[in-house]
C-alpha cells in the first residue's frame, strides 16, 4: 500500500498537524489511544481521507515472554476502530524477570535491544507469529536505536532483519535516524545495513531527530532532523522506493513552520536520491541457521535480559561482556525519562515539589525500578516522599498527602509502612 509523506500524530500538535499541507497519512501512538473511541482530531482527519496506522510501544515482541494477550487484543481493537491497513511496534525488550527466573517483573520504560544472537532470533519469530495471528492486519517491525552493545551477538542487524522477515513473512518499518544512532553509539555501518536487509519488505520509514553529547548519539526525538539522517535516507532511497516516510516527533514540538520545513526537507531528499537511485544491490548470504534449534532459548534469553535489565534499572552489578560505563550512560537516560514522563502523567508532582522534583524522583528511581507502569510509579514516588517525612515544607507535604490520598487510599502512608516498603526494596533487590 502506498502512504506517502506522514507525520507523527501527538495530542499536543493535533491542529498543526490537522493544518499542515501535503500530509497524506499519520501514526499514531496505539498506548494512547482507547480502544473504543477516537480523539476528534484523529475522527477529522479520517474524514478527510488521511489512513492512520497504530503504532505499539509496549508488547516487547523481543522479550522472553510470549505476548500478552491482553496487549495483543488491544492493539487489534485500536486497529479495527482506525480502520488501520496495518500496525507497527518494535524489534525490542521493554520488561524482564517474572516466572522463568524466579524474581519480580521490572519495566524499563523504554524499547531495548535485543541480542543479534539465534537464540533470540528463535524468540523473537516464535512472538511475532503469535501476534500475526492475533491481528487483524499485516504487521510491521522497527529497527530500534541503542546505546549499548550485547556481548557475543552471532549476526548483523541487517542479517537479523532478513532472518526474521525470511520465516515470519512479517513486514520492516525502518528508522533511518536508528540507523545513524547505531552508527555513533555501536560503529555499523547503515550502508551495510541496508545492503544486508531485504528492502522490498519495508512498509514505511522513519525519519526523527536527535543530539550528540560527549560522543553519544541520544535519539531524542525532540530535535530538528540532522544532515546524517537525511544522508542515511538518502542511501536508503537509492535503492528503494519506500511506500511511505514520515517525520516523528515526540517532544519540545516546534512551531508548524518548522514542521513543515522538515517535511519539506525530507521530500527534497527523496527527490533528489531518485534521481541517482540504483538497482537495489544483492544481499550477501547470510549465515547459516544451526540445523538444530537450541533448546531452552526462552529460558537463557530471559536470563540476560533480566540481568541486563536489572543492572539498569536496580544497581546490581553489571553482566559480564558490557561495556560498563555505556551502561551507566544508559541508566541514567533511563531514569531521566522516567522522571519526564511522570511528570506530564502526574503534572501536579513537580508543581507541588517545584524546582526539587527531579533530584528527588532520581533519588528514588536510583535502586528502584519500575514495576507496574508510570502512573504506579507516580504513586510509589510519592509515597516514598511521605514516609520519609518529605517535601520539608509542611504546606507542599500537606498538598502532596492530598494528591496521595485522592489517588491511592484514604490514608497517607505512615511510618509503620517503613517496613512493608523495605520488604519490597529487598525483594526487588534479590
Known sequence: MELGIGIGWRPEIADAVEALPGIDWVEAVAENICTDHLPDSLLRLRERGVTVVPHGVSLGLGGAERPDPGRLAGLAARAELLGAPLVTEHIAFVRAGGPSTASPVLEAGHLLPVPKTWDALDVLCENVRIAQESLPVPLALENIAALISWPGEELSEGQFLAELVERTGVRLLIDVANLHTNHVNRGEDPATALDELPVEAIAYVHVAGGIERDGVWHDTHAH????????????????????????????????????????????????????????????????????????????????????????????????????????????????????DVVAKVAPELPEILGDGYRAAFLAYARNRPMCAGYRRDALDFAEHQLIADLPADDAARRQLTRWWQDRAGPRPPRRGTRLVHAARTALLGR
Do not use: N, W
Open 224 to 339: 530538528p532532523v540532522t544532515r546524517p539522517v537525511l544522508d542515511v535516507l538518502s542511501e536508503l532511497r537509492s535503492r528503494v522506493d519506500p511506500p511511505g516516510v514520515l517525520l516523528e516527533r515526540d517532544d519540545d514540538f516546534p512551531p508548524a513552520e518548522e514542521l513543515a520545513c522538515e517535511l519539506t526537507a525530507i521530500r527534497g531528499t527523496l527527490a533528489a536520491a531518485a534521481t541517482t537511485a540504483r538497482d537495489s544491490r544483492k544481499r550477501p548470504a547470510g549465515p547459516t541457521e544451526p540445523g538444530a534449534r537450541a533448546a531452552g532459548a526462552r529460558d537463557r534469553t530471559a536470563v540476560a535480559q533480566t540481568a541486563l535489565l536489572s543492572s539498569l534499572v536496580a544497581g546490581t552489578p553489571t553482566p559480564e561482556g558490557f561495556d560498563h560505563r555505556r551502561l551507566r550512560v544508559q541508566s541514567r537516560a533511563l531514569a531521566a525519562k522516567r522522571a
